[in-house]
């Protein structure tokens, strides 16, 4: 069972412009079933975050995690708060 921090990954995830390819998730709580698992989807395309700084931007509905902060993610990482 997921926990609460644990990163998920997608390796066939269908992107909304119908391309597959590898995606990551995490988890935001932990559930014991029937309550559902929160998760959110993350980006490392900095496009529409290019304003972001390190930590919480609740105004674009991000979580930033540098890579050169976090050894969590291997590239810089936007946990995208705006669908669970």
Known sequence: MPGSGDIL???KFRFSD???GKKLFVVL???EPPEP???VKTTSQSKRYS???A???AIMYV???PSSSHEVFSVDTYIQLNEI
């Open 18 to 20: 119908g391309s597959i």
């Open 55 to 57: 930590g919480c931007n």
């Open 9 to 11: 990954c997608d390796e």
């Open 63 to 65: 979580f930033y995690v």
């Open 37 to 39: 698992w929160l998760v």
């Open 29 to 31: 709580n932990d559930a």
């Open 51 to 53: 304003a972001a700084k």
